[in-house]
């Protein structure tokens, strides 16, 4: 059996029922039956901050992450690039624990490095500088202090923005950089690595170890996607797809 889920990219948004669905088909069939459960960012389409968890969407999630934390699953979270305001007060209402990036653990005998893979995407320079500015406290605090609907009202006008621009879908594919990668091995000195972001689902083997590439998902099209990676205690990865079939290495 498993010893931990990890999963990323899901982009939860109630605009997207099929998603939604998917998703919490895999907590209540899937997640509830492992020790662990490794959020590893863009859960959300995107989060504008902790005072709407009180909102239905966001309350739903919130439920049902909960359940699986009640079920006796020990929930981790590392923000992505979309849901990065995520505070305390989701992790609290949620049951689950927030983790900083890196963060590297040993688990079924073999030492993992988990990152979104946002900041290993060091080419793209303008949404490098974006990123600081952003994850500035400062910044943050000048932006949570701003009523709830107009910071909705922002991050919709930059998401409407990146469509018009055209620029979502191309820039969100652009990969990690391979010094980058190869620079978080060297310096944890772990065995595998495991990121989302790029949505370019894979398995890459690096110099300093073996790199796993989460999906992003989408069930609202016919060609259904997503899916997660399971640690066995037998310290193998295993990826397997939106509907839990296993994927061959
Ligand atoms: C997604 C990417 C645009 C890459 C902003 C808080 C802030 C969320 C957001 C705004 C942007 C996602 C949600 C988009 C990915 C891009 C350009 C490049 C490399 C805030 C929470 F800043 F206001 F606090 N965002 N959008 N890119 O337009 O969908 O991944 S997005
Ligand atoms: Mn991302």
């Known amino acids: 059996e498993a010893a931990a889920l990890f999963v990323s990219d899901v982009h939860l948004q109630a605009a997207m029922p099929g998603t939604v669905e998917l998703f919490l088909s895999f907590l209540d069939q899937h997640a509830k039956r492992s020790p662990r459960l490794y959020l590893m960012g863009d859960l959300f389409e995107y989060w504008a901050g902790d005072d709407d968890l009180s909102s239905p969407f966001p309350a739903r999630i919130v439920a049902a992450l909960r359940a699986v934390a009640d079920a006796g699953v020990a929930l981790y979270w590392l923000g992505g690039n979309r849901d990065f305001l995520v505070a305390s007060g989701f992790a609290e209402a949620s049951g689950l624990t927030l983790l900083a990036e890196p963060h590297v653990e040993e688990i079924a005998g073999k030492r993992l490095v988990l990152v979104h893979g946002d900041a290993q995407c060091i080419d793209d320079h303008d949404y490098q500088a974006f990123r600081a500015q952003v994850r500035q406290p400062m ?34 594919i652009m990969d990690v950089n ?3 990668i190869d620079a978080l091995f060297a310096s944890t000195g772990a065995q595998i690595m495991v990121h989302g972001h790029t949505h370019r689902p894979a398995l890459h083997q690096h110099v300093g170890g073996l790199r796993y590439v989460l999906p992003d998902w989408d069930g609202d099209t016919e060609s259904v996607r997503g899916g997660w990676l399971a640690l066995g205690r037998d310290g193998v990865m295993r990826r397997f797809d939106a509907h839990g079939a296993p994927i061959a290495d």
């Open 139 to 172: 910044w943050q605090a000048a932006f949570l202090a701003q009523p709830l609907e107009k910071r909705k009202a922002i991050i919709e006008g930059m998401r409407e923005g990146s469509r018009a621009a055209q620029q979502v879908k191309t820039m969100e």
């Open 178 to 180: 391979t010094q980058a």
